[in-house]
């Protein structure tokens, strides 16, 4: 019983790392959309960020 649970938590840390990266992906993805210009609603559309979110990593960016 305890190694069918160890094995579903060992799938679901895999999943949640696959979520994590995959945020962390669009994220620099948008960073470097950011630093050459493109707006933010053309990131949006591409990385499926919100625009609220897009504005917060910029504002990030320039601080």
Same mark, same amino acid.
């Given at each position: 019983?305890?190694?069918?649970?160890?094995? !579903?938590? =060992?799938? %679901?840390?895999?999943?949640?790392?696959? *979520?994590? #990266?995959?945020? !962390?992906? =669009?994220? %620099?993805?948008?960073?470097?959309?950011? *630093?050459? #210009?493109?707006?933010?609603?053309?990131?949006?559309?591409?990385?499926?960020?919100?625009?609220?979110?897009?504005?917060?990593?910029?504002?990030?960016?320039?601080?």
């Amino acid at each position: 019983m305890l190694e069918k649970r160890l094995q !579903q938590w =060992k799938r %679901e840390w895999k999943e949640e790392g696959k *979520l994590e #990266g995959r945020m !962390q992906g =669009k994220l %620099e993805t948008a960073r470097g959309l950011i *630093l050459q #210009g493109v707006s933010l609603q053309v990131i949006a559309a591409a990385t499926g960020l919100g625009i609220e979110q897009l504005e917060n990593l910029r504002r990030g960016m320039e601080s």
